[in-house]
């Protein structure tokens, strides 16, 4: 941590903060692009029911369509990886990301990770890329199935030792040890070529549905709650902290479909982060 120039963290709410206006510089990069995207999962929870951030979420989540995903990839890459404080961060321009999703990062922090090996991130936002998955609902299902695993163990294979993380529950630990070993020998470039190659296999441009098939996180979460109407990226506009973004016109089939009653708060001791890492000023 010696090329830091903070020796102490950020506070979580300063940490959030710094999240948030890495979100609010890229929001101005896609609308000078034209790259569509949408709040989303958490973010979009935020947005709708506690009219601004979740208080206790550490990161800040957007959607886009694979196409204006690709898209805005290569406009951070022509600019060489740097628009202002932001760079595009992925596994062929990241050594050592261990994701199979991009992250934009705020150069201005870096992240010193608990259980993952550096990789000079800052402040980010993730991005879900959406394709489109064809016409068929249960097709676009059983890609989800095959996709949800190799994520999984995408997942793991960037861990630096085995540990809970953020595993609850001790029939899952019991299957997560030997996944570990499993991904750890195979390694995460081989999780991420396979993810990649699956998810350009199904559908074209103007079917019915599309899904994060790239990363169709949420183990509570049914496969078939994971696909959308092409729709989805129907947008509305919709102030935040004082800072306008787009959401799904159709947001309540979405956090309906996908969390349940997303406008309950959930109970007090489930109010937790779902990283672990310290933020500091860099």
């Known amino acids: 941590m010696s090329d830091l120039i903070s020796t102490e963290p950020l506070s979580f709410k300063e940490a959030q903060q710094a999240s948030f206006q890495t979100l609010v510089q890229l929001n101005e990069v896609c609308a000078k692009h034209d790259c569509t995207y949408s709040l989303a999962y958490g973010t979009l929870i935020g947005a709708i029911r506690e009219h601004g951030l979740i208080p206790w979420d550490d990161d800040i989540d957007i959607m886009m369509p694979r196409a204006d995903y690709d898209r805005l990839r290569e406009v951070f890459l022509k600019s060489g990886n740097r628009i202002g404080n932001l ?88 299957v997560k040890a030997p996944a570990y070993a499993v991904a750890k020998a195979l390694g995460t470039k081989y999780f991420i070529e396979r993810l990649n190659k699956l998810c350009g296999s199904l559908g074209e441009p103007g079917g019915r549905y599309v899904a994060c098939s790239l990363w169709p996180a949420g183990d509570s979460i049914p496969l078939e709650n994971k696909v959308f109407p092409a729709t989805l990226f129907d947008t509305i506009d919709c102030a935040i902290e004082g800072e306008t973004f787009p959401i799904p016109r159709d947001y309540d089939d979405f956090l309906s479909k996908t969390y349940g009653d997303y406008m309950r708060r959930p109970d007090p001791k489930d109010r937790t982060t779902n990283h672990m890492y310290s933020v500091y000023r860099s």
């Not at 261990?98 to 870096?110: L, M, T």
């Not at 190799?150 to 529950?169: E, H, M, P, V, Y």
């Open 87 to 174: 760079s595009w961060v992925d596994f062929y321009t990241t050594k050592g990301y261990p994701h199979a999703i991009a992250r934009i990062s705020d150069n201005r922090y870096r992240l010193v990770f608990d259980n993952e090996a550096d990789y000079e991130i800052g402040a980010f936002v993730d991005i879900y890329p959406f394709d489109n998955v064809g016409d068929d609902d249960g097709a676009a299902v059983a890609l989800l199935a095959k996709t949800k695993r190799l994520a999984q163990l995408c997942f793991l294979s960037g861990r630096k030792k085995f540990g809970k993380d953020n595993t609850r529950s001790a029939a899952k630990m019991a």
